[in-house]
């Protein structure tokens, strides 16, 4: 007879096996919602906005001493009396590793938002996958996707996702795979204890990825619109808490939360990386410009969504 720890083991896992199926039924739709997000930030990524290897065509520029005469443009150089050099936009691929945090708190959803913090974190991820795809980069997943450059990128990563059904990924990700002069976007509430998450950073510093973080937040974590007696439960822990007046922890909530922020944003930024918020009252679109304007080097784009009234 099964006792009664293992009897608790077992609904965990058939729990945890039902979310997943139901997460896999979701992401054909979230990929089309995520392909048709992507498009309306960009149709294709094609370089980097600095001189180097590539394709296509940058500028005209004065021949130096010293070049080869292998780069100099003689039909151009023909019109008059200098010697011009074709530079060409820098378009080396480079990794591009991504991660969705899948625990149990990021199912939570309020009346404010248009959608739940996992669908916002997948479509992220497939978004940016469709745009850096395009763009020919190597597109990674820990554990579950060497990095490789294919046009199909968002499809490959949603159908891994789709048979992915072992587990909620709650742990972070693995980082064994993962190198220096990578990127890494890792989309999560960032909810856990402050301590692992400084510890997980610590880790990503010692493998070398740049790392961008996506806070996804829900309006109701963000603003905390309760009142009166309010009950709050941890999805992670299934622990309770009872507030007789839940608008007097409204200052001390959101301080909280803003130093909280203040933490991870600040130790982001000394690893090279970025932290963005996205909150999910908000356009997806709008996290998407962002990302694309860090990765890019395109300072315009991350000002426009910096902005004021935009997501704090």
């Known amino acids: 007879m099964a006792t009664i720890g293992q009897r608790i083991e077992r609904a965990g896992q058939a729990h945890t096996l039902q979310r997943a199926r139901h997460r896999a039924s979701l ?6 919602d995520a392909r048709r997000i992507a498009n309306t930030v960009m149709a294709g990524w094609h370089g980097r906005r600095k001189r180097g290897i590539g394709e296509t065509f940058w500028q005209y520029r004065p021949y130096q001493p010293g070049e080869t005469l292998a780069r100099i443009d003689w039909r151009r150089s023909a019109r008059d009396d200098h010697t011009y050099v074709r530079d060409l936009e820098w378009e080396a691929a480079h990794t591009v590793w991504l991660w969705v945090d899948l625990s149990p708190s990021m199912l939570f959803k309020s009346k404010g938002a248009r959608t739940s913090k996992e669908e916002r974190a997948l479509i992220v991820a497939i978004a940016m996958a469709d745009l850096l795809s395009a763009a020919g980069e190597r597109i990674g997943y820990p554990g579950l996707l060497r990095p490789r450059a294919a046009r199909n990128g968002a499809e490959r990563l949603a159908t891994a996702l789709m048979g992915d059904l072992g587990h909620e990924h709650g742990d972070w990700p693995p980082l064994s795979m993962v190198r220096r002069h990578s990127e890494m976007l890792i989309v999560s509430d960032f909810l856990r204890p402050i301590e692992e998450c400084e510890a997980f950073l610590n880790d990503v510093a010692q493998h070398g990825p740049r790392p961008h973080l996506v806070e996804v937040a829900d309006p ?58 996205s909150r999910t009252d908000q356009l997806a679109s709008e996290t998407l410009v962002r990302l694309h304007g860090l990765l890019t080097g395109n300072p315009e784009e991350v000002a426009t969504v910096d902005a004021p009234g935009a997501s704090p």
Do not use: I, K, N
């Open 27 to 32: 992401v054909p739709d979230l990929l089309v």
């Open 220 to 277: 109701a974590e963000e603003d905390f619109p309760y009142r009166g007696r309010t009950e709050f439960l941890d999805p992670e822990t299934g622990e309770r808490v009872t507030s007789g007046r839940a608008q007097d922890w409204h200052e001390e909530y959101r301080a909280l939360r803003s130093a909280r922020r203040a933490t991870l944003r600040q130790r982001t930024h000394m690893l090279g990386g970025s932290y963005t918020v």
